[in-house]
């Protein structure tokens, strides 16, 4: 009986499949990594119903254009107490109201009802504070038959 032996170096059949194994391996382990980064780190966008979302596309972009045309330019900051202050240049301030609704950009914490009141320096402050972190507030100001609507990062 002869035994058969491998020189050191040569490619036999055990190495090949454990190279196979090895790279393949690799690749899995990266490929759910990648994946469970993506699933874990978007929250995402949906749209109920994308059909009626195009329908209704230019009468967004018209309404993105008239609101161009007050020259509001709104800007969205949080105070040292943790309440989000909404100043709005360009309008004289008067008959104007804010209303807004803070949302956690990866899901992880509920939304944020804000109701605002006005301050003595002319900004619009939240009643209550928001919690630490990083926000995206949705917020709505209005003067009679004008709208404003706007999204800005809090941190």
């Known amino acids: 009986m002869t035994s ?11 190495k090949v499949a454990a190279i196979f194994v090895v790279f393949f391996g690799i690749v899995m382990a990266v490929n759910f990594l990648m994946a469970s980064f993506a699933s874990s780190t978007f929250g995402g966008v949906v ?27 709104p800007v969205v900051s949080r105070r040292a107490d943790g309440r989000v202050a909404v ?13 807004a609704r ?4 990866l899901g992880r914490a509920p939304d944020q009802s804000l109701d605002f009141a006005l301050a003595a320096d002319g900004s619009f402050v939240s009643a209550q504070p928001l919690p630490a972190g990083r926000w995206l507030v949705r917020f709505e ?4 038959d004008k709208v404003y609507r706007d999204e800005q990062e809090v941190r």
């Open 4 to 14: 058969k032996t491998s020189a050191p170096g040569e490619l036999t059949g055990r």
């Open 47 to 73: 749209v109920p119903n994308s059909y009626v979302a195009s329908q209704k596309y230019n009468g967004w972009l018209a309404a993105a254009r008239e609101q161009q045309k007050l020259g509001w330019t």
């Open 141 to 144: 100001v209005r003067q009679g």
């Open 87 to 99: 100043q709005v240049a360009g309008t004289a301030g008067e008959g104007l109201g804010v209303i």
């Open 102 to 105: 803070a949302r956690h950009p």
